[in-house]
């Protein structure tokens, strides 16, 4: 089985979950509980947040939640309360879609263009700020495209407009994957466990200590300092401690591998069967491409009976057939059935790659006489 | 545990001699339906009961009594030992809260019970009202009956409602069919049209894998499932019809593709019903709904079929499919998004009013026999 659809999810760090088993079965207790083992559970949480503050900065600190989706909720209904709202057109449904439910619900919310990569047109985006802009979202790594935008700089430049706004950026396909340096100008950052080894159900939203006024969206016993309620998922957070430290400790190394993935990938498609819509510049790990005139979706079972499995921004669906984000990036329909999206894990083979391309190029000839009668 | 269920049945009383033998596959179907369930099935005079079950299942037994074939209705009453004092107290606790109009209607198959039917209902009555000031008797048009029935066996069964259940026949009595099964609306409706009438099912579904979605197929599964709990389980037979779509669409005019479709899984399934033992083809074919469901169309696939082909819905409107569709809870899976028809290779302008002749010219242009055989050969048998 060759899995190239690790931006989906990733399989679980098995030693990581080795390494936190105890917290299920021996120290299992609740981190609220005044007795020792409660202290131990409260301990490992605490050590988890020195790990995350130590990777994202001192001046930054995490509050964990259940998932990347809670996370960008929770800084979104935090902030849009009064004056507008201003996001891309590339992001993810978890920010996407509360957004657009506030602007059909009366609210201002502004959504920026993008370019043909997936990326923010960042002009576009400065161009919405204004005196009464509250909050700003942008995606780090487009999740369909693997397209980066530079969040430090735009965060900048939407500062220089209007300082007291609150800049919000997606991280959930960009931590692990690409350098995430944050600086000074980012206020929350969304991350999620599963998409680097951790477990689903896991998230974490990295807040600047100097932003008071976050609101918690789950109310409850108080945990994580009022701002995110309910009992710890403790093992969870331990998994995505070590899976976090992992991914700094081998950054380079894996991100030399995908990278040279993502070439050996793209150096074998056939571009007569295939446009592909990353640019160059985009995050190694995600790579979208289209058989033009073809089923995305057909290609993918194609594939899967060659124990291959990847990604689709199409379904045979009657409802939403196209990808959002790319109908947005402007592409016509004859790409838009097309679309198939692979995307690498630090361990996957250099040889699954080549064939996996190979798989791709004969399966859409294969499709392409079939549906032509070539 | 001192509630029981009894279970009432209909047409089977019209059966003269084979009464006994549509009895006993009722019986048979329904200690199948309850069969996860702890409780003990017994005959009583015209009806069954189900007793010593756990009461917090009640619901889920009458649920699946619902679904079988032939039962024509089933009370949930209370089971007392029989002498007044009991039949009163019961009988008041059953009135407990309700309001409006009831009477009470005592049946005594004990002859020797003490008091007469006439004076029990009386009684009962007249107790129910000094502890129920919100109601009032009623013996013509009550709200609710208190139904009493005081049986041999020295227990009396109360209950006030009677809830209706599928009606029809017991499944099995009236043969086997294979019905053709998509992922629309129709199909399943018209598989439990049939089983209402006692006919045992199996199913055949079309996929058309990679270019249908493992959903779809998935979806055809939940729905089989479905019409299965009408006929005591089914069996699917699932076949790959890649191959014969890509035939004709490579072979043949591409307005011909779903007339030429119809016809190869007409074929297929006489096939697999002929190798099955089962005696009709049934499909949920709705005149005009759509342009395989002309009388033209119809009669292009038809003219394929040896065996009976049996529409149950012909004549009805969508609207209607849908209401049947609704209550024997099939509609919401049949509305989910996933084609279970690959239109990668459907026409624009699939012909409305085939010829008959020219679509056997068409079908000329094919290895008809060599198709089918393949895809016989690659059948998938899901039991479910």
């Given amino acids: 089985m060759i899995y190239l659809d690790n931006a989906a999810t990733t399989k679980v760090n098995i030693d990581a979950v080795k390494k936190a088993e105890y917290l299920l079965f021996d120290e299992f207790y609740n981190p609220s509980a005044k007795y020792h083992g409660g202290i131990t559970a409260q301990n490992v949480i605490k050590q988890a947040k020195n790990t995350f503050s130590k990777v994202f900065g001192a001046n930054f600190e995490a509050i964990f939640t259940s998932c990347g989706t809670e996370s960008d909720n929770t800084a979104i209904y935090s902030y849009t309360k009064r004056g507008n709202a201003v996001t891309t057109l590339g992001e993810h449904s978890a920010v996407f879609a509360p957004l657009d439910s506030i602007m059909k619900s009366g609210g201002d919310v502004r959504f920026a263009k993008i370019n043909s990569d997936g990326s923010v047109n960042v002009e576009n985006l400065l161009s919405l700020i204004d005196n009464n802009t509250t909050f700003v979202s942008v995606v780090h790594v487009n999740n369909e495209t693997g397209a980066i935008n530079d969040i430090n700089s735009i965060a900048k430049r939407c500062k220089e407009k209007n300082p007291r706004l609150v800049f919000h950026s997606d991280g959930v396909q960009a931590f692990g994957k690409i350098s995430v340096k944050l600086s000074n100008y980012i206020d929350l950052y969304s991350l ?68 040279a993935l993502k070439e050996e990938f793209l150096s074998k498609i056939d571009k007569t069967l295939f446009k592909v819509i990353s640019s160059d510049n985009s995050s190694p790990y995600v790579i979208s491409l289209s058989a033009v005139g073809l089923k995305g979706e057909v290609l993918q079972h194609m594939l899967e009976k060659d124990g291959i499995f990847v990604g689709t921004g ?61 | 545990m001192n509630k029981v269920i009894i279970i009432r049945w209909g047409e089977i009383h019209l059966k003269g001699k084979n009464r006994g033998i549509f009895e006993k596959m009722l019986e048979n179907n329904i200690k199948h339906a309850i069969k996860d369930f702890e409780c003990t099935f017994k005959k009583i005079s015209g009806r069954y009961l189900i007793k010593d079950f756990e009461e917090f299942y009640i619901e889920d037994i009458m649920n699946k009594l619902s679904k079988v074939s032939g039962v024509h209705s089933a009370s949930v009453c209370e089971l007392v030992k029989s002498d007044i004092e009991h039949i009163i107290e019961k ?15 005592t049946k005594r198959a004990d002859k020797s019970f003490p008091i007469l039917s006439v004076e029990v209902s009386k009684k009962v009555g007249g107790e129910i009202l000094k502890s129920n000031k919100d109601l009032k008797v009623d013996v013509v ?39 053709m099964i998509s992922g629309g609306i129709d199909s399943p409706v018209a598989g439990y049209m049939m089983a209402k009438r006692g006919m045992k099912l199996e199913a055949v579904h079309f996929h058309s894998y990679p270019y249908t979605s493992e ?13 299965g709990e009408y006929t005591g389980g089914i069996k699917l037979y699932v076949v790959s019809f890649t191959e014969i779509q890509e035939a004709i669409h490579r072979c043949c005019k591409e307005e011909y593709m779903i007339t030429l479709m119809r016809r190869f899984m007409m074929k297929i399934s006489e096939k697999i019903a002929r190798n099955n033992g089962l005696q009709a083809i049934i499909t949920g074919e709705s005149l005009g709904q759509v342009a395989s469901q002309t009388i033209e169309s119809i009669t292009s696939s038809n003219s394929v079929a040896t065996m009976p082909v049996l529409r149950p819905l012909i004549a009805f409107d969508k609207i209607d499919i849908i209401q049947i569709s609704e209550k024997i809870g099939t509609y919401e899976t049949s509305i989910l998004p996933y084609e279970d028809c690959c239109t990668v290779f459907l026409p624009k302008h699939p012909l409305i009013k085939p010829n008959l002749k020219k679509v056997e010219i068409e079908e000329g242009n094919l290895d008809v026999e060599g198709l089918i055989n393949n895809a016989l050969n690659n059948v998938e048998i899901i039991e479910l």
């Fill in chain 2, 141 to 179: 048009s009550p709200s609710f009956t208190v139904n009493i029935d005081i049986r041999e066996s020295g227990e009396t069964l109360i209950f006030t409602d009677t809830v209706k259940m599928m009606g029809g026949m017991p499944s099995g009595a009236s043969g086997k069919g294979l019905l």
């Fill in chain 1, 192 to 259: 999620s466990a599963h998409k680097i080894g951790g477990l689903k159900g896991v998230g974490a939203l990295i807040k600047n200590k100097s932003l008071k006024s976050l609101k918690p969206y789950i109310i409850g016993g108080g945990q994580e300092n009022g701002l995110r309620s309910g009992t710890e998922n403790v093992f969870g957070i331990n998994v995505f401690e070590t899976v976090l430290l992992d991914k700094i400790v081998n950054f380079d190394k894996n991100f030399k591998h995908v990278t």
């Fill in chain 2, 215 to 227: 959903q779809a197929k998935e979806k055809v599964i939940e729905l089989t499932k479905a019409v």
């Fill in chain 1, 314 to 374: 199409s379904a045979c669906s009657a409802k939403n057939p196209f990808s959002r984000v790319l109908k947005e990036a402007g592409y016509d329909e004859k790409v838009l059935n097309g679309i198939i999206r692979i995307s690498f894990n630090s361990d996957t083979q250099l040889s699954d790659v080549a064939f996996t391309s190979q798989k791709l190029n004969e399966n859409a000839m294969n499709l392409k006489r079939a549906m032509y009668n070539l």
């Fill in chain 2, 91 to 105: 009988s008041i606790e059953i009135c407990k809260g309700r309001s409006g109009t009831f009477k009470v209607d």
